[in-house]
């Protein structure tokens, strides 16, 4: 080869080079000793330039052409981390750092690359402070796109998860809702019969009252039954309102609860047949506090009702109220029939009643969700024979 020839031949691979991003900015002695050490390596479809695990012995000039670089390339998860095109070189940071290689790149069309070695690469880097410089940067560039990469793939994976999230909480929010509908129509026929005694009565009061139109003291005996189990309808449902809606709209309001324990007693005696059970009042702390009237006079009532119906033979109800650990806490205590373990771990469950008296069930999943709602407690201790107590605990808001 005449030495025209061979300078020609030199230069065609120094204006091929030329194209590397971090060879364009090397002087013309810099880029000859670089086409020196070059060996041109001609690359076909599918070819293998090195696979994950092997010894970095060279790195490669990508001059026309384009290649896959994959992750984990013989297992069936194996991973597409990248596409590196013409004016790259891949393979370099294995040879600078001594460690094998980290990834298996492939060829993806026919392509012309150079290849440099291992010892002529790092002896290059030694002798040209240019070429380090711009190696310097380049591995700079790299990993702040890595970064960027890793950041932009969290973000999307952090919307994503998001929205997912979402949806698996509104789809909760559904099955909730679906549940409770489902419950509601499976003890339709439970809750119509609670329902058609109080219209039954309020339809019988006011048959007699057309009758007894003319005397007055009847009138009112009759007017105030009507009026109770209007209250007891108008309890029923709006217990079953809160139940199927899942969702308590507290109406806060300053409340002196002293007063409030002498309307539910007032409302309890009412359905008290005899004289056998005596109301008792133990109210050490009276407040006032911040809550929501009708729906904690409803909760000690459903509380009360059912001490009452499990006190057959006669007994005490006793509401104590007492303050401590920045929480008022009332109990309703009884000294009536009890419940056992295996019923009582079952208290809350909906459409679950163990008085012989009969109910909905809702009576104390009412009780539950309303004092949550108030951000308070509500737990029950109960002994065969030997009475309950129902103990709630609100926190305290002057």
Known sequence: MSY?????????????LRNIAQFKNLAAKEMNA????????????????FQEGDVADSVY?????????????????????????????????????????????IACEEMISYRIERDDFINLLQRLPELSFEFMKSISMLVRRSNENFVNE?????IKLENTNKRILQMQDELVKKERL??????????????RNPISVIKGYSDILQMKCHDPEKVMTYAGSIQREALALNSLASEMLDYSRGDIRLNLSITELDLLVDTVFSNIRKNLLNDKIALNRKIEFTGPVLLDYDRIFRVLVNICENSRKALYDGGTITI?????????????????DGINSEFLGKIFDPFTSFSKAGGTGLGMVIVKNIIEAHKGTVSVESEEHLGTTVIIKLPLKR
């Open 320 to 336: 104590e109220i007492t303050e401590g650990n920045g929480n008022y806490i009332i109990k309703v205590v009884d000294n009536g």
């Open 34 to 49: 670089i086409s020196q050490v070059c060996i041109k390596t001609d690359l076909n479809k599918g070819d293998v330039l």
């Open 4 to 16: 025209n020839v061979f300078i020609m031949k030199n230069q065609n691979i120094i204006d091929q």
């Open 182 to 195: 489902s419950i509601v129509g499976q003890f339709s026929s439970m809750i119509l019969h609670d329902l």
């Open 154 to 158: 969290l973000r999307e994976k952090n």
């Open 61 to 105: 000039l990508l001059v026309e052409g384009f290649v896959d670089i994959w992750k984990d390339y013989q297992s069936i998860e194996r991973d597409l981390l990248a596409q590196q095109y013409k004016g790259h070189i891949v393979g370099e940071m294995a040879v600078i750092d001594e460690l094998t290689r980290s990834a298996t790149v």
